[in-house]
T-cell receptor
């Protein structure tokens, strides 16, 4: 069975500082990993995905994520946080690449001016 | 393209009532799914479909029915609503023509069961 863990319910960071939102996964076979963001009272928006290749994946709004196979992690990063980045972030995995996503519980990011 | 649309945006039901949450997509995606979002629990898969006439259960299917008669529509039916079904419901669709495609989500339906 596949699963995703987001160990932090809440992450607080000052505007302009780098941010990291953590994600670890468990899946048999190759992992296909995704990050989504949810703003208040909105649906989920796709940020980026890892399929294969470079371990550093670049996505929307200046976000990137680092895939680490040995640590089974896929942490979301941004070099300089903005107040507008404050939202709920979800990590997700698809076992075969076209199956429904399995989501983590989400991490609420708060960027403080 | 409108993408994935959901109606209604909000709904209040009494215990035992039935209703259908509507989901439609105009991207000609083969795959569609329904999730529910509860605080502290992330999104959990209810049902999904890999094409017209084909559906399967997800993690939390009890109390919900689905059917897929067209590529565009994937309604979710609550036959007898219970307070435990109070949640925010999201529909998603994605293309099966290429692997590893991102899934597109609708804006959600916020359901309260009294």
């Amino acid at each position: 069975a596949q699963s995703v863990a987001q160990p932090e319910d809440q992450v607080n960071v000052a505007e302009g500082n780098p941010l990291t939102v953590k994600c670890t996964y468990s899946v048999s076979g190759n992992p296909y990993l995704f990050w989504y963001v949810q703003y208040p009272n909105r649906g989920l928006q796709f940020l980026l995905k890892y399929i294969t290749g470079d371990n550093l994946v670049k996505g929307s709004y200046g976000f990137e994520a680092e895939f680490n196979k040995s640590q089974t992690s896929f942490h979301l990063k941004k070099p300089s946080a903005l107040v507008s980045d404050s939202a709920l972030y979800f990590c997700a995995v698809s076992q075969w690449g076209n199956t429904p996503l399995v989501f983590g519980k989400g991490t609420r990011l708060s960027v403080i001016a | 393209n409108a993408g994935v649309t959901q109606t209604p945006k909000f709904q209040v039901l009494k215990t035992g009532q039935s209703m259908t949450l509507q989901c439609a997509q105009d991207m000609n995606h083969e795959y569609m799914s329904w999730y529910r979002q509860d605080p502290g629990m992330g999104l959990r898969l209810i049902h999904y479909s890999v094409g017209a006439g084909i559906t399967d259960q997800g993690e939390v299917p009890n109390g919900y029915n689905v059917s897929r008669s067209t590529t565009e529509d994937f309604p979710l039916r609550l036959l007898s609503a219970a307070p435990s079904q109070t949640s925010v419901y999201f529909c998603a669709s994605w293309s099966g023509r290429d692997l590893y495609n991102e899934q597109f989500f609708g804006p959600g339906t916020r359901l309260t069961v009294l």
